[in-house]
């Protein structure tokens, strides 16, 4: 076992910022840093509750905010690196771990005598003499107890600590095997003629790709910057076809298998909600959601359904003619759909996506993003290299307040790697608070996604949709570094999950701004600006298949509540139970193998379980919320200094729709969405 003085967990780092040394924390230091922090945290729990004085807010509610702060450090760069910087020995050791970290927090929440303390401040405390902040803190941390079990009867208890033990190693399983089955699937050519259409940069890519496994030819995975172009370009259809399959039958069948997985996770999490009082485990989710209610939740639904259902209908109609005339005999299949739409978009718009890359170097996307923080914000972003990061392709920066105030670190990991899971994610490595001396522990926050890499011949040009994921992420990280918040638990983005995505889909509207264009998209070789004919034709081309797109997001969101408005444990056939639930949105032919549930980690690994309607909930708040930017001229200081100062600055403080209607000055409704996307229909947000 690693000595204390020889863990970089259990030190204080001489590092900027006290930014973890990140390169010299190797995998024996996990466990004893994590027994460590169990111990110190069962000693902060053992001072409370034997505490004296009568509970009050200071000495029971805060305290036990403020604690096991070493333990939650720890596993959560161990769950952070294992998401974008894992290796199998890394996985075993989260296996490992996971049920020892699952068992102290229901030691926590199980715990007499601390759940008798915050009820009775629950019960006694002077409302009035509490500040919002408090309150909610203290409805938060009791009704948190509740819903952990603190109320159930100890034979019930012994079952829902098996309940979240089995599940927490469950949701680490699914992750593995669909990380797994990502990255063992490759596609290898060799004669170039069946790859005509592709673009060069992905071309290169796939050379790239090809030569690491010393194979000939080009060389394609599921991975986002190999997948899309392949599928969106790619004119060989028995190609696209085999792409499409391979991508959508992941984990299906084999050793990294999701089915059983999918179907224990189903069922361990309706027996635990029913367990503590609930029908389904959406009703114990959307409690505590800023939706409310599954009420609420399907009356958006079903306005969208009724909006943006024809719209769909007649896009789709557009790309199978477009497929028909150009000779597909058969019909529109979905490995053909991205191909002819945006075959499609080029012939309406005069617009191909590809003309688009060459004006986003990643390096100039970066100035043009952090510009626009420093238009918005005054913030400044200086890259620091003393801070030290997990891997090379790794970035640090210091983030600076307008007066020059410290404000946060900012790591970046911009590009895809076998040990790194795909997609896109914001997360802290440290949250933001305010010490008990009144001190402010500033946030350490990051950005990751899966972007185009750099190959020999070219640097890294980014695809417009990566653009826009690129705002989004740094949406969220926004959120994190201007939180300004008391008490750790309220920290941003530790908000409700259908509020967390508003402050990084405000910032995807800035993607179509020619003014934010014009200040950073300049051709990589040339150096000229982009044209303003391309930035139009972007814009005109942003609803293209709006409707589609739509459905698309809605049926994800049903297949989530199919699998979690369940009364009774499933055990039937995973892949036709999914059939079913997309039914109702399905707009392509059917395809009987294709599987989404065994690699749809939102909702059985992430936190969107029950919750994926989120995406769309949070676009109707942006929408709405965004017309205040757009009547000031989009790009707005002022606005955003109110959005900084009413909404991303409070994390959890204030209910969500307190904070929303601050800014807003009302609630919100779905016409700025329908305008936004040209559909026409009008209809408030159920609230």
Same mark, same amino acid.
């Given at each position: 076992?690693?000595?204390?003085?020889?863990?970089?967990?259990?030190?204080?780092?001489?590092?900027?910022?006290?930014?973890?040394?990140?390169?010299?924390?190797?995998?024996?230091?996990?466990?004893?840093?994590?027994?460590?922090?169990?111990?110190?945290?069962?000693?902060?729990?053992?001072?409370?509750?034997?505490? +004296?004085?009568?509970?009050? %807010?200071?000495?029971?509610?805060?305290?036990?905010?403020?604690?096991?702060?070493?333990?939650?450090?720890?596993?959560?760069?161990?769950?952070?690196?294992?998401?974008?910087?894992?290796?199998? *020995?890394?996985?075993?050791?989260?296996?490992?771990?996971?049920?020892?970290?699952?068992?102290?927090?229901?030691?926590?929440?199980?715990?007499?005598?601390?759940? #008798?303390?915050?009820?009775? @401040?629950?019960? &006694?405390?002077?409302?009035?003499?509490?500040?919002? +902040?408090?309150?909610?803190?203290?409805?938060?941390? =009791?009704?948190?107890?509740? $819903?952990?079990?603190?109320?159930?009867?100890?034979?019930?208890?012994?079952?829902?600590?098996?309940?979240?033990?089995?599940?927490?190693?469950?949701?680490?399983?699914?992750?593995?095997?669909? !990380?797994?089955?990502?990255?063992?699937?490759?596609?290898?050519?060799?004669?170039?003629?069946?790859?005509?259409?592709?673009? *060069?940069?992905?071309? /290169?890519?796939?050379?790239?790709?090809?030569?690491?496994?010393?194979?000939?030819?080009? &060389?394609?995975?599921?991975?986002?910057?190999?997948?899309?172009?392949?599928?969106?370009?790619?004119?060989?259809?028995?190609?696209?076809?085999?792409?499409?399959?391979?991508?959508?039958?992941?984990?299906?069948?084999?050793? &990294?298998?999701?089915?059983?997985?999918?179907?224990?996770?189903?069922?361990?999490?309706?027996?635990? /909600?029913?367990?503590?009082?609930?029908?389904?485990?959406?009703?114990?989710?959307?409690?505590? $959601?800023?939706?409310?209610?599954?009420?609420?939740?399907?009356?958006?639904?079903?306005?969208?359904?009724?909006?943006?259902?024809?719209?769909?209908?007649?896009?789709?109609? /557009?790309?199978?003619?477009?497929?028909?005339?150009?000779?597909?005999?058969?019909?529109?299949?979905?490995?053909?759909?991205?191909?002819?739409?945006?075959?499609?978009?080029?012939?309406?718009?005069?617009?191909?996506?590809?003309?688009?890359?060459? =004006?986003?170097?990643?390096?100039?996307?970066?100035?043009?993003?952090?510009?626009?923080?420093?238009?918005?914000?005054?913030?400044?972003?200086?890259?620091?290299?003393?801070?030290?990061?997990?891997?090379?392709?790794?970035?640090?920066?210091?983030?600076?307040?307008?007066?020059?105030?410290?404000?946060?670190?900012?790591?970046?990991?911009?590009?895809?790697?076998?040990?790194?899971?795909?997609?896109?994610?914001?997360?802290?490595?440290?949250?933001?608070?305010?010490?008990?001396?009144?001190?402010?522990? $500033?946030?350490?926050?990051?950005?990751?996604?899966?972007?185009?890499?750099?190959?020999?011949?070219?640097?890294?040009?980014?695809?417009?949709?990566?653009?826009?994921?690129?705002?989004?992420?740094?949406?969220?990280?926004?959120?994190?570094?201007?939180?300004?918040?008391?008490?750790?638990?309220?920290?941003?983005?530790?908000?409700?999950?259908?509020?967390?995505?508003?402050?990084?889909?405000?910032?995807?509207?800035?993607?179509?701004?020619?003014?934010? !264009?014009?200040?950073?998209?300049?051709?990589?070789?040339?150096?000229?600006?982009?044209?303003?004919? !391309?930035?139009?034709?972007?814009?005109?081309?942003?609803?293209?298949?709006?409707?589609?797109?739509?459905?698309?997001? @809605?049926? %994800?969101?049903?297949?989530?509540?199919?699998?979690?408005?369940?009364?009774?444990?499933?055990?039937?056939?995973?892949?036709?139970?999914? #059939?079913?639930?997309?039914?109702?949105?399905?707009?392509?032919?059917?395809?009987?193998?294709?599987?989404?549930?065994?690699?749809?980690?939102?909702?059985?690994?992430?936190?969107?379980?029950?919750?994926?309607?989120? =995406?769309?909930?949070? *676009?109707?708040?942006? +929408?709405?919320?965004?017309?205040?930017?757009?009547?000031?001229?989009?790009?707005?200081?002022?606005?955003?200094?109110?959005?900084?100062?009413?909404?991303?600055?409070?994390?959890?403080?204030?209910?969500?729709?307190?904070?929303?209607?601050?800014? $807003?000055?009302?609630?919100?409704?779905?016409?700025?969405?329908?305008?936004?996307?040209?559909?026409? +229909?009008?209809?408030?947000?159920?609230?």
């Amino acid at each position: 076992m690693t000595a204390p003085y020889d863990n970089p967990f259990l030190a204080t780092p001489p590092t900027p910022h006290g930014a973890l040394p990140l390169p010299s924390i190797r995998l024996e230091h996990y466990e004893p840093a994590i027994m460590e922090g169990i111990r110190r945290h069962d000693e902060e729990i053992r001072l409370i509750t034997a505490c +004296a004085d009568s509970p009050t %807010f200071d000495n029971t509610i805060a305290a036990l905010d403020y604690s096991g702060q070493l333990l939650e450090q720890v596993s959560t760069v161990l769950m952070n690196l294992n998401e974008a910087e894992t290796s199998d *020995e890394m996985q075993e050791l989260v296996m490992h771990l996971t049920p020892i970290l699952t068992e102290h927090s229901n030691n926590v929440t199980l715990n007499d005598a601390l759940f #008798k303390r915050i009820e009775a @401040v629950h019960q &006694t405390a002077d409302r009035s003499r509490l500040s919002q +902040a408090q309150l909610r803190l203290l409805d938060d941390t =009791y009704r948190a107890f509740v $819903r952990g079990g603190a109320g159930l009867g100890d034979d019930v208890k012994r079952r829902f600590r098996q309940l979240t033990a089995e599940l927490a190693q469950l949701t680490v399983r699914f992750s593995q095997n669909h !990380l797994k089955a990502t990255n063992a699937f490759r596609l290898n050519v060799t004669d170039k003629e069946l790859l005509d259409g592709i673009p *060069e940069t992905a071309m /290169a890519a796939a050379a790239e790709e090809a030569a690491a496994k010393n194979e000939t030819g080009w &060389t394609f995975t599921l991975h986002a910057p190999s997948y899309v172009p392949f599928m969106t370009y790619c004119r060989n259809r028995d190609l696209r076809r085999q792409l499409y399959m391979a991508y959508n039958t992941q984990a299906t069948e084999g050793e &990294t298998s999701n089915v059983e997985v999918v179907r224990q996770i189903v069922n361990l999490r309706l027996e635990l /909600a029913q367990l503590l009082g609930y029908s389904t485990y959406a009703d114990y989710v959307l409690e505590e $959601r800023m939706a409310g209610d599954l009420q609420h939740v399907n009356a958006m639904y079903d306005k969208l359904l009724a909006a943006y259902m024809p719209a769909a209908r007649n896009d789709v109609e /557009a790309i199978r003619q477009l497929a028909a005339e150009e000779g597909e005999e058969s019909c529109l299949m979905p490995w053909d759909f991205s191909y002819y739409a945006e075959r499609l978009r080029k012939a309406r718009y005069q617009f191909d996506k590809e003309k688009l890359r060459p =004006y986003f170097k990643l390096e100039q996307v970066i100035d043009g993003v952090f510009g626009l923080a420093t238009t918005l914000y005054g913030l400044s972003f200086k890259e620091n290299s003393s801070i030290p990061v997990y891997h090379p392709d790794v970035k640090a920066y210091e983030v600076l307040d307008a007066d020059g105030t410290f404000l946060a670190i900012l790591y970046a990991d911009f590009f895809p790697r076998e040990s790194k899971s795909a997609g896109a994610w914001m997360t802290n490595y440290k949250g933001q608070w305010h010490n008990p001396d009144g001190t402010d522990s $500033r946030p350490h926050v990051s950005i990751t996604t899966n972007f185009t890499k750099p190959t020999a011949g070219k640097p890294s040009l980014l695809t417009y949709d990566e653009v826009e994921t690129f705002l989004h992420e740094f949406g969220h990280a926004l959120h994190g570094i201007f939180s300004a918040t008391t008490y750790p638990s309220q920290c941003s983005p530790n908000v409700a999950w259908d509020f967390v995505e508003l402050p990084s889909q405000i910032m995807e509207n800035f993607g179509t701004a020619g003014t934010f !264009l014009h200040t950073f998209a300049r051709h990589y070789q040339t150096g000229e600006p982009i044209p303003d004919e !391309l930035v139009d034709s972007l814009v005109h081309a942003k609803n293209f298949n709006a409707g589609y797109a739509c459905i698309r997001q @809605v049926s %994800f969101g049903l297949l989530d509540l199919a699998w979690y408005t369940r009364t009774e444990p499933f055990t039937g056939d995973v892949i036709r139970y999914e #059939k079913e639930a997309f039914s109702p949105t399905r707009l392509l032919p059917e395809l009987a193998d294709t599987c989404m549930s065994v690699q749809f980690g939102h909702i059985m690994s992430g936190g969107y379980a029950a919750g994926y309607y989120s =995406y769309k909930w949070a *676009e109707v708040l942006d +929408a709405d919320a965004f017309s205040v930017f757009t009547a000031d001229g989009v790009i707005s200081p002022r606005v955003a200094r109110r959005f900084r100062d009413e909404v991303l600055s409070k994390g959890d403080s204030e209910h969500p729709m307190t904070l929303y209607t601050a800014f $807003r000055g009302q609630e919100p409704t779905i016409d700025a969405l329908l305008r936004r996307d040209g559909v026409c +229909a009008r209809g408030a947000i159920d609230n």
